[in-house]
């Protein structure tokens, strides 16, 4: 009894140091990216930027070549930051763009000319890759567009957003008269169904990191009954799973902005509504859940 006791403490022990640990390194890696926020942030100021010239010029006329050289170091990446700082507001801004290329193939249509759309994203302040639609014009005699390739995700309904604002050109028995396309309509919708996807998916990160399930010493530990898992249950992430660690398990429907529209807890005597009340509360959207999880 004795021995099992000694190995009891000693596990515990170096759960702890290894809990101390991993704290530590996250403080490092934050401190990390705090100092390189702070020193771009400095360097590309226009006051340091003025200091930063005058020195270089300074030392350059003294022939101070070591001192000179650690200033032209600075400026050069000062001018790197300013470049970086000027195409991130450029990609904010100018959130969707156009640009023509050519299709290599000797038979495409339209002799190869192809126009392109670049849309930009942003989650959790990091600019995601951009997608492309690359549209042609496959109809004669008709200057009508068509999606040709495209790197959107397949849960986006491309095809009915396309069908909707760039409709094919009607046949002449067709009396409904033509049906107009609306380039700036479909690109907008698109852009905005890609941001509500990935508004989605990042919530969902914000569930599992609030519920402790991102890092080792995690919050969910601490709780009555603890959440062993939050998780898209589809592909649009408009549907999140929940699991308990006494068997439980919850459907979690949201609309495309994030607004909760139902929730179903199910364990072994049926439907839980108790569990409901406790995870959503007063709760209308899906980042109020995050908070309650974070301040339970």
């Keep these: 009894m004795a021995t099992e006791e000694i190995q009891s403490s000693d596990l515990s ?156 050109p009607t046949a002449k028995d067709d009396y409904d008269g033509p049906k107009k396309q609306d380039l700036s309509t479909f690109a907008r919708a698109l852009r905005r169904e890609l941001v509500r996807y990935h508004n989605r998916t990042s919530v969902i990160g914000d569930l599992r990191s609030s519920a402790g399930l991102e890092s080792r010493k995690g919050k969910a530990k601490e709780m009555e009954v603890p959440i062993v898992d939050i998780s898209a249950a589809d592909a649009q992430a408009k549907q999140i799973r929940v699991e308990w660690n006494d068997g439980r398990s919850g459907r979690l429907v949201i609309s495309d902005d994030g607004d909760i529209v139902k929730m179903v807890v199910q364990g072994e005597n049926g439907q839980d509504r108790e569990a409901v009340r406790q995870l959503l509360g007063s709760s209308a959207r899906i980042e109020e859940v995050a908070k309650r999880l974070e301040t339970s």
């Design 13 to 168: 022990v170096a759960d702890r140091l290894d809990s101390e640990i991993a704290s530590l390194r996250d403080q490092v890696e934050s401190l990390r990216r705090e100092l390189k926020l702070q020193t771009a942030t400095l360097i590309t100021s226009e006051s340091m930027h003025r200091i930063l010239q005058n020195d270089s010029s300074r030392r350059t006329k003294s022939k101070q070549a070591n001192d000179s050289s650690r200033s032209q170091e600075l400026l050069a990446k000062a001018d790197e930051h300013l470049a970086h700082k000027q195409q991130c507001l450029y990609r904010a801004c100018a959130s969707i763009t156009t640009f023509k290329v050519r299709d290599p193939d000797p038979n495409a249509v339209d002799g190869g000319n192809v126009l392109g759309l670049r849309f930009e994203v942003m989650s959790k302040s990091r600019f995601l890759r951009p997608y492309y639609v690359m549209l042609n014009r496959p109809y004669p005699n008709s200057r009508y567009l068509r999606v040709h390739r495209h790197t959107v995700p397949q849960c986006i309904s491309l095809s009915g957003l396309a069908a909707r604002h760039l409709p094919p």
